[in-house]
């Protein structure tokens, strides 16, 4: 095969499509084995405290009812790591919404008939769930999450801010925000001759089934978990959660399969949540704009079950010059749910900050937002020193502007009206690291000329199955459709759970390296194939535990227009694009969707997601899609994405790096940044709901309409 007829790069269809469509397709709360039982989960209703009675008696009276399992009666676990998972072992309540008890029934409306016939008594605490930013808990951690250390400093940040001719000095704030993924977290657990098999919603079956071997004291070959197809995670099935352990316990419990999907309203108190931050970025430059002194400084809260700290400083460490800076993390642990991993995690939060900055500065320095960010372009990476493998930032913001038509911008804010709505662009920067971690794969070749591909990669709607049948059809110069791929189970050979857009690097390596040696073995063979075929196993533990010499990372450009209505304080957004640096794109189709799903998730980000923790109940008032607004096809108009192509020999053999999360990084400042440029009124505060912006028009009378 030659390389102009590679299938790497191409539009192939997805290999599931027709299986999703038709319901062919099967996800973990689909899996009903005969027996099967239903469970529902009851839910704390004090926000700290203690359990002093449970009252099961007119639950287990009710018709279909087979159990009820409370911290009394439950199997008694292994303590895990991870202490959101150590449920009914014990009779506290660390957040309002932590679980109780779980009702085990005969149908799912039994269940949760029964479930609502609990009745439970508390011993309840004082409790304190409100994040400000002068909290006396607050203390800084060793670490934020993936390892980076909490605080850098490099330089003389206070001399550097102190001379500097032009200075910006603000704080942006977020509310808490929710993954929300289509599927709820579900499992169908299933016990026979000891050994356990869960399908399970999961970023990754592999990390599930060494949980539950842990706490259940088994041999990891006595665990099967399954989740071969999940319909979205965006972080939040990327660790293993309640249902996976609720559901293995209560088929322990009662000898037969039990299912259990999460009930929505319930997953903004169990499966975590993107933690609010106040972030005070403060930008000092010269005259043309260029930083001398840079400071990144977040405030968060974690739970008090176990630290989640949001690492949203840690891009500004990579972005711009700056030779003096300071980057800090503090939080302090409330008594709310456990923040976890949500799509792009510090760095959709942190550059938010960081490019709204960005924009502030170009104003006070009269310098083009765009312009301001070439001026600012590193030579190396800032915080290491390192180089980069590639960083095509600059290319993305010049072919973004063109594209766009920046140039005809008018840089006065709140000139461009129709009615009573004013029309403004915006501009902001993205960047993802380009992570890899070791993978396993085998690649087996049959005498009728097909390819089998096993991997435990997980497909949460991203196309994996494609595009490793891609990467291995390249390697075999073999026909797209002779190649086939056997994932989502933890039986197969070892691989990393789906996140961090790390999935396909890792993936694909192990898979490109198993049918090269494949490639290899076949052409050292004389003669046809043995009947049983022929297979090799790789792993890249060697190549992907190797340090880098170079900083890698994935670049983008956003623009956005909006319109502010003026009456209303509505603001929609009229056109969103963005021009990406992010290796060799192995799928177009694929890509192309990843992009635009980042930036339709960034947008509600901007606009109409937000959480709210009620001070008196200690819940999350927003939690269910009723009350926790996401877009909608109306809300999205016109989404652009495009890619530059790079030629990146320093990541992996693909040339690859993660597309999953760069969308949504810097797409909710460009569309706050073109607020203030329709209307001439900073909103640091997200998401920029009517009330906000109201509010702001409210003062300035200029841009109410003559006319009306």
Request: with cysteine; proline share 7%.
């Amino acid at each position: 095969m030659t390389p102009a007829h590679s299938p790497l790069g191409t539009a192939a269809v997805r290999r599931e499509a027709r299986d999703k469509v038709t319901g062919a397709a099967r996800y973990a709360a689909e899996h009903t084995p005969p027996g099967c039982a239903y469970a529902w989960p009851v839910p704390a209703t004090v926000a700290r405290g203690l359990v002093t009675a449970i009252h099961t008696e007119r639950a287990l009276a009710l018709p279909g009812v087979e159990a009820v399992l409370t911290h009394d009666n439950a199997p008694r676990l292994e303590k895990p790591d991870d202490a959101t998972l150590c449920l009914l072992q014990d009779a506290r309540v660390p957040h309002r919404g932590w679980y109780v008890a779980l009702v085990v029934a005969d149908s799912l409306e039994n269940a949760r008939a029964a479930a609502a016939a609990v009745r439970i008594e508390y011993d309840s605490d004082e409790h304190d769930v409100r994040l400000t930013a002068g909290h006396p808990g607050l203390y800084t951690p060793q670490k934020a999450n993936g390892g980076f250390p909490s605080v850098r400093e490099r330089g003389d940040f206070d001399g550097a801010f102190a001379a500097a001719s032009v200075r910006v000095d603000s704080t942006y704030t977020m509310t808490a925000l929710h993954n929300h993924p289509m599927e709820p977290h579900a499992s169908t657990a299933q016990w026979h001759d000891g050994h356990l098999t869960v399908h399970d919603s999961s970023q990754g079956s592999g990390m599930v089934r060494d949980v539950l071997a842990q706490m259940f004291r088994l041999d990891t070959r006595q665990v099967t978990v399954v989740s071969e197809h999940v319909g979205g995670g965006f972080g939040c099935k990327g660790t293993p959660r309640p249902q996976a352990v609720l559901a293995a316990m209560a088929a322990r419990h009662t000898g037969h399969p039990v299912k259990l999907a999460l009930p929505r309203r319930q997953l903004a108190a169990v499966v975590g949540h993107r933690a609010p931050t106040l972030q005070r970025v403060r930008l000092g430059a010269g005259a043309d704009g260029v930083i001398t002194a840079l400071a990144h400084e977040v405030i968060t809260h974690t739970s008090r079950v176990k630290e989640f700290v949001e690492q949203a400083a840690v891009a500004s460490r990579v972005m711009y010059t700056s030779p003096n800076s300071r980057t800090s993390h503090r939080l302090t642990a409330l008594d709310v749910p456990t923040p976890s991993w949500m799509r792009a995690p510090g760095e959709a939060p942190g550059m938010y900050a960081l490019e709204s900055a960005m924009d502030e500065l170009a104003v006070a320095a009269g310098v083009d937002p765009v312009e301001l960010r070439l001026r600012n372009e590193p030579d190396t990476e800032p915080d290491s020193g390192l180089p980069f493998s590639s960083r095509h930032l600059a290319d993305c913001l010049r072919q973004g502007a063109r594209r766009f038509d920046w140039q005809r911008r008018d840089p006065r804010p709140g000139v461009r009206r129709e009615g009573d709505l004013l029309l403004g662009t915006g501009v902001a920067s993205a960047t993802y690291p380009a992570l890899v971690d070791p993978s396993g794969a085998d690649a087996h070749a049959s005498p009728d000329g097909s390819y089998r591909i096993r991997v435990n990669a997980t497909d949460i709607g991203t196309g994996a199955r494609t595009v490793l049948a891609q990467i291995a059809a390249d390697v075999l110069s073999a026909p797209l459709e002779s190649v086939h791929i056997d994932i989502g189970s933890s039986d197969l050979p070892k691989a990393p759970l789906a996140g961090g857009s790390a999935g396909t690097a890792s993936w694909g390596w192990s898979v490109h390296k198993a049918c090269s040696l494949l490639v290899e073995r076949l052409g050292d063979r004389p003669g046809g194939l043995p009947a049983d075929g022929v297979t090799v196993t790789a792993d890249t533990e060697r190549e992907a535990g190797e340090e880098p010499p170079f900083a890698r990372h994935a670049f983008g450009a956003h623009f956005a227009e909006v319109q502010v209505d003026t009456v209303t304080g509505e603001v929609r957004v009229r056109r969103l694009l963005g021009v990406y640096a992010a290796g060799r794109i192995l799928n177009r189709r694929t890509a192309r969707s990843q992009f635009i799903g980042g930036m339709t998730m960034g947008l509600g980000m901007a606009l109409m997601e937000g959480s709210t923790l009620d001070p008196g109940f200690g819940d999350f008032a927003e939690s269910d899609l009723a009350s926790y607004h996401v877009p909608a096809c109306a809300d999205v108009r016109a989404v652009e994405a495009y890619w530059i192509d790079e030629d990146d020999k320093h990541l992996n053999p693909m040339g690859s790096k993660g597309i999953g999360e760069i969308g949504i990084v810097g797409t909710a400042a460009a569309i706050a940044n073109a607020v203030y440029h329709a209307a001439g009124v900073r909103i640091r505060d997200l998401p920029l709901t009517p009330d906000k912006v109201l509010a702001r028009l409210a003062g300035t009378h200029s841009l109410i309409d003559p006319g009306r």
